[in-house]
DNA sequence: ACTTAATGTAAAATATTTTTAACAATTATT
DNA sequence: AATAATTGTTAAAAATATTTTACATTAAGT
């Protein structure tokens, strides 16, 4: 049963005020391309930025990413 | 206040029947080399192989790696 | 309709990760 | 002490992730 890994970066970009791509991106210290691919599923970030997204919206690294069934 | 992953990967392989470096590769499809460079901290991996990482553990990925500040 | 802000997307260049291969060091067993 | 199994480590090549640059599209506001 293969897996695939989704994101919830929209969904927290809105509960939080809103913030837009270029707003997450500088919060990232990324450029807003990177935040696009990540939220668009274009290529998974490195493990390093996905903690890093966790820390910007103060969630679990697992909510913010999950790995589920296809 | 810079942070840095840590992970549990020795810890967890001694839990789980004292499985080998080399049995952890299999399980997860990878080299034994990137079992060793993972636990020793050489470099992170991939998320997708993080989870992988999780998934053969039956933990929550947030406990396999941690991200502290150092 | 026009302007601006936000987002989507793609190609090429750069950076990082993983693999491969090889050998050394350690630990356990006989 | 010798052998086998496990782990440590390194270098170069291959694979994959990320950045940059650039332009297109969409949505909102005036």
Chains 1, 2 share one sequence.
Do not use: W
């Amino acid at each position: 049963m293969a897996k695939k890994i989704i994101n919830n970066i929209r969904k927290l970009r809105f509960e939080h005020d809103e913030m837009t791509q270029a707003a997450l991106a500088e919060a990232l210290g990324v450029t807003r391309q990177t935040v696009a691919a990540m939220e668009g599923n274009k290529y998974p970030p490195s493990l390093e930025l996905a903690f890093r997204l966790a820390d910007v919206f103060d969630e679990d690294i697992s909510y913010v990413f999950e790995y589920v069934n296809e």
